[in-house]
Each structure stands twice: as C-alpha cells, then as structure tokens.
C-alpha cells in the first residue's frame, strides 16, 4: 500500500510558477514510478507528467512541454512538478499517482492516488 499526499497548490497569475509536491508513504514507495495528472471542472482527467523510479524515463503531455518539469528525490520519496508560465485553461486540481514499474501516461495504470491539491491560474 502507498500512500500519495499533495501539496503546494495555490492561485497563481497567468504566466506565473508553481511548484507542486507529492510525498509518498507505505510499502517500497521508492520503487514506483509517478506521475501527474489534473482534472478541471466538467473535464476528464488528464496526463501531465510522469517520472521512473530511477528518474531516468520522463514523460510529458504534449501542452506543457518545455513548461513544466517533472522530478523525484528518492531519499524523501517526494516527487515534484515545477510548472512555469502557467495558463488559465490549467486551473484544476492536480493528482499525484503511482504505478509499479516504468513511468505511463494511461491513468487506468496507475493504482494509487493522492487526494489532489487545486491549482488556479487567474487571468
């Protein structure tokens, strides 16, 4: 069992930086890969980021390529997501989650979930 709790959410200007954290907790949470996803209101959950156990396999959605980046200390088991000039349309609430293996986009892969933290980017 692994558990996954977010953190450092906030309102933030359009064209500003966030960066959000997940911690991870429980059985061997070292050797999960992690990813990040987000949800905004009426919309299905989507795939932002994701990170190998190792941190060498990265993956990013297409949209927020060369923006966000993805990355993990494995001596605290946190994971991070440093998101930099930030859009309106990104306003949602991001998830932390952890899949056994190499790092995935599909989020049917993953079976453990953070409660998500909101991130809103004003206009």
């Known amino acids: 069992q692994v558990q996954l709790v977010e953190s450092g959410g906030g309102l933030v200007q359009a064209g500003g930086s966030l960066r959000v954290s997940c911690a991870a907790t429980g059985r061997a949470s070292s050797n999960y890969a992690m990813g990040w996803f987000r949800q905004a209101p009426g919309k299905e959950r989507e795939f932002v980021a994701a990170?190998?156990?190792?941190?060498?396999?990265?993956l990013y959605a297409d949209s927020v390529k060369g923006r966000f980046t993805i990355s993990r200390d494995s001596a605290k088991n946190t994971v991070y997501l440093q998101m930099n000039r930030l859009k309106p349309e990104e306003t949602a609430v991001y998830y932390c989650a952890a899949r056994y293996g190499t790092s995935g986009s599909a989020k049917s892969s993953y079976g453990y979930w953070g409660k998500g933290t909101q991130v809103t980017v004003s206009s």
């Open positions: 990170i190998s156990w190792s941190g060498g396999s990265i």
